[in-house]
């Protein structure tokens, strides 16, 4: 009778590389969940955070007056965190189970794709071990876009390979469960992800697969009614999501994307490749011993580096051109898949090089390009013995664990060590802010030209509000928040200024002769007023009622400044001439909005002018015996204020409100 025996090497092999899986999935728990302090986290980070927080706290995805930077922010790990957060009010662990979540989504989604082409257990697993490696830390690189902090890049990249799994399923495996789940995922993901970041993953991620499709029907010159109606469909959320995306107000960066005018083709053509390789990043900073770990991690980097470039080896299939060629007419589920996934990769590639790249843009190629890497290994060792495959198969395997093991532990010191002078002050003073403004009862903090630290405190203390006040313009911004958190209308009269005692010069001098210093920490000076001369945003939003001053940021004066943020021009300060002494920023206005208009004069002189498109509409003279003039809005349109002092006339320009 014969006997069977189990190849134990394979068994071996799997159980191998299922333990550096198993490895990877721990590290990025840890990374999660291990954190030094909740007060180290990067702006990007905390800006999301709070995004989830307010959509949580409010029961609305889309809040309004809500300034949407680069997108909506919900197709990311935000999808999943924002439920947990509203079930635990822990935003952070929210974040770090989403993280998990997407983790093992991921991990089942490679599984599920490379079996189509009937890729080996092992080789699914070092697949998965390639895209799950811990490369490096930082707020826009591979791990942090992936499986840590906001994971922004994580359906980006699975939603593509949703479309290309669900395009290669067999005939006889279409009406199954878990294929008809896997579309139904993808139209999900995909949906959301039009409607927050607009056409963007259309552009990057869905063209060549969409190239690749009409390739083969006209090869296969049929009609298979199945991927038709994929496509059709994925069209037609597309545009939907899009027109939302316009409804809501929602401006992402891809709305703006423009194909750049370069003079060096050349240095763009190597900066981009330099962009790929930083989602490995294999470079350091500084020398690294060879016999360290360090420097032994460093070169299996570039080993990783190697590996990729074996999936280059398929650009010849780029958008399925071969096909066209070849003499048979049957589908071929393998050719096809991977034509879809170098088409991803080199098309991906070419949209950055003509617009503008960046390492995070890349993942959505890279993870095509890991994937085909794999396949192409597989394909090239069959001619080997098994000892030398399964030698080659383990060292990778190695490679990614020692890469996440090294970034679990140095390169993750390294990473929160650098948060020692990445805010302002060191975290732990931040308790300190909060007590000053207890102290004084005062609700506004203001951070002078250095963006990361109101990010970070709006997301630990619901009860102030912390704005960025930038001396380039002498106004407040922030980014990612509300519009009207940056108008005057929303300040309180007492408030306080967080400077650098280096940087103290830069702030106006009203500022200066109306502060008063009431602490230091560290470096820094603490300044407070009981009034606040403060603007950040001109003209009116949409159902609010907004507040402008003289000292807004794009208006122009002459004359001083006072503790509220007033102007006072007297006839010196325009040496008696008739002149210009305030002129505002241009702002649309709707019909039907108010205007009112604050000052006092002590004689006639002065008149307040309107132009509407540029052209001058109505004329108010500013009289001695009145302190306001409302003006009413007939038609929308663009509208600017000048007041104009004929050099007699000692005026005092107030508080300019929209209603």
């Not at 999808?79 to 983790?103: D, E, R």
């Not at 993942?363 to 060792?381: C, N, P, T």
Request: with cysteine.
């Amino acid at each position: 009778m014969k006997k069977f025996r189990i190849d134990t090497k394979i068994d071996k092999l799997f159980l191998f590389m299922t333990m550096v899986v198993a490895f990877e999935v721990l590290a990025i728990i840890l990374i999660n969940f291990s954190t030094p302090s909740d007060l180290l986290i990067d702006k990007d980070y905390a800006k999301l955070a709070k995004h989830v927080v307010e959509m949580g706290d409010n029961h609305r995805i889309f809040l309004k007056n809500w300034d949407y930077i680069t997108t909506g922010e919900f197709d990311c790990a935000a999808l999943i965190a924002l439920p947990l957060y509203m079930l635990t009010g822990n935003v952070l662990k929210s974040f770090a189970v989403a993280n998990v979540i997407n983790t093992i989504f991921l991990i089942v989604l490679v599984w599920h794709i490379l079996s189509k082409v009937n890729v080996r257990y092992s080789f699914r697993l070092l697949a998965i071990a390639a895209v799950l490696c811990i490369y490096d830390y930082g707020m826009l690189v591979h791990s942090n876009m992936m499986f840590f902090c906001g994971g922004q890049y994580i359906y980006k990249v699975a939603i593509p390979v949703l479309l290309v799994s669900a395009l290669t399923t067999s005939e006889e495996d279409r009406k199954c469960k878990i294929n008809i789940a896997e579309i139904v995922l993808f139209a999900v993901l995909y949906f959301i992800s039009c409607i927050s970041s607009g056409p963007y993953l259309f552009i990057c991620g869905i063209v060549p697969v969409f190239v690749c499709q009409v390739v083969q029907f006209i090869k296969e010159k049929r009609i298979d009614l199945y991927r038709i109606w994929i496509l059709v469909g994925t069209f037609g959320i597309t545009i939907i999501g899009n027109v939302l995306c316009k409804v809501f107000e929602i401006d992402p960066d891809s709305s703006s994307m423009v194909i750049r005018s370069t003079e060096a083709p050349l240095e763009e053509f190597r900066l981009v490749c330099q962009d790929i390789l930083f989602l490995i990043n294999p470079f350091f900073a500084s020398d690294l011993k060879a016999v360290s770990l360090g420097g032994i991690v460093a070169c299996m980097k570039w080993i990783v580096v190697i590996l990729l470039v074996m999936g280059l080896l398929y650009a010849n299939r780029i958008f399925a051109v071969p096909q066209l060629r070849a003499d048979e007419d049957v589908f071929d589920t393998k050719k096809m898949l991977e034509s879809m996934l170098i088409s991803l990769f080199i098309w991906n590639f070419f949209i950055l090089f003509m617009t503008s790249s960046s390492p995070r843009y890349h993942l959505i190629g890279m993870m095509a390009l890991f994937l085909l890497s794999v396949i192409k290994l597989e394909k090239y060792l069959e001619q080997y013995y098994a000892v030398f495959q399964n030698v080659i198969v383990v060292g990778l395997g190695l490679c990614f664990a020692c890469i996440s093991f090294y970034n679990i532990t140095d390169g993750r010191d390294a990473y929160y060590e650098n948060f020692a002078e990445y805010y302002m002050i060191d975290v732990e003073h931040c308790g300190e802010l909060i007590n000053y403004l207890d102290e004084y009862d005062a609700h506004n903090m203001y951070m002078v030209d250095y963006s990361e630290l109101p990010e970070l405190m709006r997301l630990i203390d619901k009860n102030h509000s912390y704005e960025l006040y930038i001396t380039a313009v002498n106004g407040v911004e922030n980014y990612d928040y509300y519009y009207t958190d940056k108008d005057k209308s929303t300040f309180s009269d007492r408030n306080m200024i967080l400077c650098r005692n280096s940087d103290l010069d830069r702030l106006p001098e009203y500022i200066l002769d109306s502060y008063q210093q009431v602490g230091q920490i560290q470096d820094c000076v603490l300044l407070f007023a009981e009034h606040n001369p403060n603007d950040g945003i001109s003209g009116a939003l949409d159902g609010v009622r907004t507040v402008d001053l003289p000292t807004t940021p794009e208006y122009y004066y002459v004359g001083g400044i006072d503790e509220n943020g007033y102007l006072y021009t007297s006839p010196e300060d325009i040496q008696g001439e008739e002149r210009i002494i305030l002129s505002s920023a241009y702002f649309e206005l709707e019909e039907g909005k108010c205007v009112t208009f604050n000052y006092s004069c002590d004689k006639d002189g002065a008149y307040l002018n309107v132009y509407k498109d540029g052209a001058l509409d109505k004329n108010y003279p500013l009289s001695p015996t009145g302190n306001e003039v409302v003006i009413s809005i007939d038609s929308t349109a663009v509208y600017r204020l000048e007041v104009v002092n004929n050099g007699l006339a000692n005026s005092n320009i107030r508080e300019i409100v929209f209603e």
